[in-house]
């Protein structure tokens, strides 16, 4: 979502649309992936393929333009995580239903389970910190400037 919000910001988009743009992977994939529809939280909405299909609805206004953009975001972000933790097998979520992702079984219990100890000490977790702090002095500039 900071990055989202980050980018909308820097190209003038709806920071609303955007941030719940940004929300919309994790909102249809996870639940997909909770009920066994999908064999991971990476498919369906986390694929390029999808993003691509979705992308010439951003000529339709400013809301859906700022949707899409938040979409791409956050799937652009996951991957980016992936690469910075030496995760680069696992971006193959991109080319979903082509390719996927590790299955759980193949991978060590500290990437599969969510609040670890590794995740706090990886480089990711780093850079989202950075990221914060980007949309801490980005909101602090536009509360001063107003």
């Keep these: 979502m900071i990055v ?10 709806s920071l609303f649309w955007t941030v719940l743009g940004a ?3 994790d909102l249809i994939d996870k639940p997909l992936g909770r009920v066994g529809e999908t064999d ?3 498919s369906i ?3 390029l393929l999808s993003v691509a299909i979705a992308a010439p609805w951003t ?3 400013r809301a ?8 791409a975001t956050h799937v652009g972000a996951d991957a980016a995580g992936m690469a910075a933790n030496g995760r680069r097998l696992d971006i193959a979520f991109l080319l979903w239903p082509i390719a996927r992702e590790r299955p759980y079984a193949e991978m060590p ?5 969510p609040g670890t100890a590794s995740y706090f000490a990886s480089r990711s977790f780093a850079l989202e910190l950075a ?3 980007l949309a801490l002095v980005s909101a602090t500039d536009r509360s001063e400037g107003a």
């Design 4 to 13: 989202a919000y980050l980018v909308a910001r820097r190209l003038g988009c």
């Design 23 to 25: 929300v919309l992977p």
């Design 40 to 42: 991971r939280y990476h």
């Design 45 to 47: 909405a986390h694929s």
């Design 59 to 61: 000529r339709r206004g």
């Design 64 to 71: 859906l333009r700022s949707l899409w953009l938040g979409w």
């Design 109 to 113: 219990d500290d990437l599969v389970l």
């Design 131 to 133: 990221l914060w702090g």
